[in-house]
Structures are given as structure tokens and as C-alpha cells.
């Protein structure tokens, strides 16, 4: 189904990938891999900046309204793609969004129109994904959602929203792409043009810290409580893979326990993660939080 944009319409973009490193090709106008030789690596976008910047100006004109985050069943509010129980070694890299693989080797959209189609349903079990199809239902909660243009009569959540509904209501401590985040490094070193043109794609303040330590800490200080909290929520659902932890509690735990490993927050002065993870071969099992 082609959407039917009206006239002024500001269209952006967002890819996310399942492989290792994703190059762009063919016109690339208004769109951003990485910098020149060094891509991000799971993520891009297509004039990602003027949307935000658009949907900004609308938000303060009174014109788009962000809904407020809601309380979790854990009695918190509930969590953000800026949350530091939800984000990774690099946040916001990811979609909400589900395709179909065909057989023939095409990629469509997984909506009603293709169902018909067959296939491999493909999506993604971080970040954006992550939040709005598994945590957000564990906890109770529900992400800010538009009419789907492509799914006449489906309300969706994106990316897009997603970093909206942040910006607007994470309360501190705000978790931004840092410059120990491996995507936005070069060859292993903190890039400030990288990290930047990174924070642009997704409504990110370019200006504000970048401190990898003060990451690393807020990633521990918040994270192990919140998975300790809602252990038995987590436990009873589903894992987003079931290749990698048996349930969203184990997928969690081991998410944070590698996540603190990629971000180098030993090397950094942080204090140990207070989690311990049982793995059967490369499934996480079990999990325990000490602190």
C-alpha cells in the first residue's frame, strides 16, 4: 500500500539492521550512515533531524500533543527509549517495525494487506522493539502511537515516537548516546562528529555530555534495581528471543551484563554490576541480581 502523505509533508526515515554493519547506497541525499569510512553499524537515517525538527516546532505550536509516560505496575514510571533499565551499548538503533522475508528472497511490510504473502515474520528484540513489545506490556504501560500509513486502521508505535515521548518525559538520569557507545566511535576511539551526527538521527541534544564514566554509572545505578523489582513481571513474559534467554528476565540480564562489558565500564572507574547470569551453552537461563 503506497501512503497518502498531504501536501508539506516531512517525511523521515529510520533503519534498523539485524547484520553487523549497514552501508547505504543509491541516492543518499539527506541521509546518514556514519561518518565518511565509518559507519554506525546497525543504524542510519533519512533526514531524520528535519523531522524532529518539524514535529518539535508543532509540539510547541500546540499542534502535536505527546502523551505523558503513564505509572508501571511496579508503582515507577513508565520507561522511555532514554531509560537506563531499558537502553544498551547503543541505544535507539533499532525499529519497532516488523517485515516479512519471502521466499523468493523480497522484503515486504508485515501488515494485514501482506499477510497473504507468507513468509518469515523478521523483527528486532532491541531498544525500540524491545520497549514497545515486551516491556511496555509486562509493565502495564503503552507507548505514544499514530495511524500506521501503510496499515489503514492500525494505531503503531515507531522510533520516531518513541524519541518524542523520551524527550519530553524521561526523568533524570536522561540516558544519551555517550562516546564509548561503539557506534559512534571510530576505530575504537570516542568521535565527538560522530557521536553528534548519531544524537541528531534521534532527537538527541548534541551539546549535552557525552561522559561514558557517568554513563557506565547511571547504567548501574538504575538498571539491576528496576530487573530486580519486576523479576516476577519479566519472568512470566516472553523472551523477544528465545535463541538468546528463555524468558524477558534472563534476556534482560544478560542484555545488561554484555552491554556493560561493550561499553568497557570496568575500564572506567565503574562499579561492578551487581548481576550474575547462568547460561545452557549460549541461552541465558537464569539470572540473579546481588545487590
Same mark, same amino acid.
Given at each position: 500500500?503506497?501512503?497518502?502523505?498531504?501536501?508539506?509533508?516531512?517525511?523521515?526515515?529510520?533503519?534498523?539492521?539485524?547484520?553487523?554493519?549497514?552501508?547505504?547506497?543509491?541516492?543518499?541525499?539527506?541521509?546518514?550512515?556514519?561518518? &565518511?569510512?565509518?559507519?554506525?553499524?546497525?543504524?542510519?537515517?533519512?533526514?531524520?533531524?528535519?523531522?524532529?525538527?518539524?514535529?518539535?516546532? #508543532?509540539?510547541?505550536?500546540?499542534?502535536?500533543?505527546?502523551?505523558?509516560?503513564?505509572?508501571?505496575?511496579?508503582?515507577?514510571?513508565?520507561?522511555?527509549?532514554?531509560?537506563?533499565?531499558?537502553?544498551?551499548?547503543?541505544?535507539?538503533?533499532?525499529?519497532?517495525?516488523?517485515?516479512? @522475508?519471502?521466499?523468493?528472497?523480497? !522484503?515486504?511490510?508485515?501488515?494485514?494487506?501482506?499477510?497473504?504473502?507468507?513468509?518469515?515474520?523478521?523483527?528486532?528484540?532491541?531498544?525500540?522493539?524491545?520497549?514497545?513489545?515486551?516491556?511496555?506490556? #509486562?509493565?502495564?504501560?503503552?507507548?505514544?502511537?499514530?495511524?500506521?500509513?501503510?496499515?489503514?486502521?492500525?494505531? !503503531?508505535?515507531?522510533?520516531?515516537?518513541?524519541?518524542?515521548?523520551?524527550?519530553?518525559?524521561?526523568?533524570?538520569? @536522561?540516558?544519551?548516546?555517550?562516546?564509548?557507545?561503539?557506534?559512534?566511535?571510530?576505530?575504537?576511539?570516542?568521535?565527538?562528529?560522530?557521536?553528534?551526527?548519531?544524537?541528531?538521527?534521534?532527537?538527541? &541534544? !548534541?551539546?549535552?555530555?557525552?561522559?561514558?564514566?557517568?554513563?557506565?554509572?547511571?547504567? @548501574?545505578?538504575?538498571?539491576?534495581?528496576?530487573?530486580?523489582?519486576?523479576?516476577?513481571?519479566?519472568?512470566?513474559?516472553?523472551?523477544?528471543?528465545?535463541?538468546?534467554?528463555?524468558?524477558?528476565?534472563?534476556?534482560?540480564?544478560?542484555?545488561?551484563?554484555t552491554s556493560f562489558g561493550n561499553l568497557g565500564?570496568?575500564?572506567?572507574?565503574? &562499579?561492578?554490576?551487581?548481576?550474575?547470569?547462568?547460561?545452557?551453552?549460549?541461552?541465558?537461563? #537464569?539470572?540473579?541480581?546481588?545487590?
Open positions: 500500500m503506497t501512503p497518502t502523505l498531504p501536501p508539506g509533508a516531512v517525511v523521515g526515515v529510520w533503519f534498523g539492521f539485524n547484520g553487523t554493519t549497514l552501508t547505504l547506497d543509491g541516492d543518499r541525499a539527506g541521509c546518514v550512515d556514519g561518518t &565518511p569510512g565509518s559507519p554506525f553499524g546497525q543504524f542510519a537515517d533519512c533526514n531524520g533531524p528535519g523531522f524532529f525538527a518539524a514535529a518539535n516546532s #508543532a509540539i510547541a505550536a500546540g499542534k502535536l500533543a505527546v502523551p505523558g509516560l503513564g505509572t508501571a505496575a511496579d508503582g515507577q514510571p513508565c520507561p522511555t527509549t532514554r531509560d537506563f533499565s531499558v537502553v544498551d551499548q547503543d541505544q535507539s538503533d533499532n525499529l519497532a517495525t516488523s517485515y516479512r @522475508v519471502l521466499g523468493d528472497g523480497r !522484503v515486504a511490510q508485515d501488515t494485514a494487506a501482506n499477510a497473504g504473502l507468507g513468509g518469515t515474520v523478521l523483527t528486532n528484540a532491541s531498544d525500540n522493539g524491545l520497549l514497545d513489545a515486551f516491556l511496555d506490556p #509486562a509493565l502495564g504501560c503503552k507507548p505514544m502511537t499514530a495511524p500506521d500509513a501503510g496499515n489503514v486502521g492500525k494505531q !503503531v508505535p515507531s522510533l520516531a515516537l518513541n524519541e518524542l515521548q523520551a524527550a519530553a518525559h524521561q526523568g533524570a538520569p @536522561v540516558a544519551l548516546v555517550p562516546a564509548n557507545d561503539p557506534m559512534s566511535q571510530i576505530d575504537g576511539k570516542a568521535s565527538p562528529a560522530k557521536n553528534a551526527l548519531y544524537r541528531a538521527g534521534v532527537d538527541q &541534544p !548534541v551539546a549535552a555530555s557525552s561522559d561514558g564514566a557517568a554513563y557506565c554509572r547511571s547504567l @548501574v545505578a538504575v538498571a539491576p534495581g528496576r530487573l530486580k523489582t519486576d523479576q516476577a513481571r519479566f519472568s512470566r513474559a516472553p523472551s523477544p528471543d528465545a535463541a538468546a534467554a528463555n524468558n524477558l528476565f534472563t534476556f534482560l540480564a544478560q542484555r545488561l551484563q565500564c570496568g575500564d572506567l572507574g565503574t &562499579p561492578p554490576l551487581p548481576l550474575q547470569v547462568t547460561k545452557n551453552g549460549d541461552q541465558a537461563t #537464569a539470572a540473579t541480581v546481588t545487590g
